[in-house]
T-cell receptor, first 111, second 112 residues
Framework: GAGVSQSPRYKVAKRGQDVALRCDPI?????LFWYQQALGQGPEFLTY????????KSGLPSDRFFAERPEGSVSTLKIQRTQQEDSAVYLC?????????FGPGTRLTVT | QQQVKQSPQSLIVQKGGISIINCAYE??????FPWYQQFPGKGPALLIA?????SEKKEGRFTISFNKSAKQFSLHIMDSQPGDSATYFC???????????FGTGTSLTVIP
């Protein structure tokens, strides 16, 4: 079946611009996670949804980061007023139980 | 503070050899330990995972060894192949629906 998809795959933003990153989870997966992966590092947790409820947003680095999943399926991660330190790969994962299945990620470059 | 520590940072193995990657954790509440494989430009792909009620799990050429008392677990890749060249991440989590804490990754190169 179809895996987790993310769009766009690549995004270049000028510093100060807002960006929106989309995640389409595996159909029927209740849980959805966002992670940030800096170059050469492991993914780091940003936020977690169970259906449409955002149960944990402790990893969001600042109030410029906002995530939503209004209908319990597709999720959007929004970053306002992007900064150079936001440059990273943003990964989405969905899950039914313990296993998390990752999408290909969106590579964000802030210039 | 790094919740999961991974070593080595990089590893070079001859084709046919055994690749061994080690991870250690502190939080005894962790009860799920997956390994992920990541190729450049791709997302992490689940390789194999273990729960702490068993000491070893084998799937094909991949084996996880788990030592609960030492709070350590390792990935063994038998008969390593050039196609196994990738970055490997260990991770740990508590219960369903909780975030994964990832190690810093091991870049594996298998030379023909």
């Amino acid at each position: 079946g179809a895996g987790v998809s993310q769009s766009p795959r690549y995004k270049v933003a000028k510093r100060g611009q807002d960006v929106a990153l989309r995640c389409d989870p595996i159909s029927g997966h209740v849980s959805l996670f966002w992670y940030q992966q800096a170059l050469g590092q492991g993914p780091e947790f940003l936020t977690y949804f169970q259906n449409e409820a955002q149960l944990d947003k402790s990893g969001l680095p600042s109030d410029r980061f906002f995530a939503e999943r209004p209908e319990g399926s597709v999720s959007t991660l929004k970053i306002q007023r992007t900064q150079q330190e936001d440059s990273a790969v943003y990964l989405c994962a969905s899950s039914l139980a313990f296993e998390q299945y990752f999408g290909p990620g969106t590579r964000l470059t802030v210039t | 503070q790094q919740q999961v520590k991974q070593s080595p940072q990089s590893l070079i193995v001859q084709k046919g050899g055994i690749s061994i990657i080690n991870c250690a954790y502190e939080n005894t509440a962790f009860d799920y330990f997956p390994w992920y494989q990541q190729f450049p430009g791709k997302g992490p792909a689940l390789l194999i995972a273990i729960r702490p009620d068993v000491s070893e799990k084998k799937e094909g050429r991949f084996t996880i060894s788990f030592n609960k008392s030492a709070k350590q677990f390792s990935l063994h890749i038998m008969d390593s192949q050039p196609g196994d060249s990738a970055t490997y991440f260990c991770a740990a989590s508590r219960n369903t629906g909780n975030q994964f804490y990832f190690g810093t990754g091991t870049s594996l190169t298998v030379i023909p």
